[in-house]
């Protein structure tokens, strides 16, 4: 039987009727899994419980309440878990004090290392990663240059300038005999 105790509840809550309340305190002991269930326990017809469920649950009375309650259920939980880690934390010899004292002392969070984020961000600039490869890659016996490609190579020759003049050369295009272009040779 789920505990009825009309004094603890919100302005939502007592705004419903009894048989709303206690089909919210059901659908929330039932973690929302069997609405049908919870309006039979609420005292609703077992025959049409899943129906009744179904238009409850629209019901914006009874979402206002379902979520009040929710809330007030979850602090008190929190209060409760809190009392518990306390006890376990003040408790000599207990298997799990040490847990429990180091979860007091990060402000008694509830919340595992899984829930921490960590952002990483890297500043070397690309000259100083080339360097780095190439110093790496010599130690270990590598070619620098096949690992890093194009940013590996140093190029150490003398240029000599050169020109080229491209002349135009007449092609006829193959549409029409009347349109003449120029192309021009790559150089």
Not at 34 to 46: I, L, T
Not at 65 to 88: D, K, N, P, Y
Not at 94 to 109: F, P, T
């Amino acid at each position: 039987m789920i505990p009825y105790e009309p004094d603890s509840f919100g302005k939502k809550m007592q705004a419903c009727t009894e048989n709303q309340q206690r089909f919210v305190l059901g659908h929330i002991y039932y973690q929302g899994r069997a609405p049908g269930r919870a309006a039979a326990e609420a005292g609703y017809s077992p025959k049409t419980s899943d129906q009744i469920a179904h238009n409850l649950l629209r019901n914006v009375r009874v979402q206002e309440a379902i979520h009040e309650e929710a809330t007030r259920q979850l602090h008190s939980s929190v209060a409760l878990g809190l009392g518990v880690i306390m006890q376990i934390a003040m408790n000599d010899g207990h298997k799990d004090q040490l847990k429990a004292a180091k979860m007091l002392a990060e402000g008694g969070r509830l919340i595992t290392p899984a829930d921490q984020v960590i952002e990483v961000k890297h500043t070397t600039d690309e000259k100083t990663q080339v360097k780095a490869i190439s110093h790496l890659a010599r130690q270990l016996g590598l070619d620098p240059s096949v690992l890093l490609g194009q940013y590996g190579v140093v190029v150490d020759a003398e240029f000599e300038d050169v020109t080229h003049k491209a002349q135009p050369v007449p092609v006829r295009q193959l549409a029409g005999p009347e349109d003449e272009w120029t192309v021009y040779p790559e150089s």
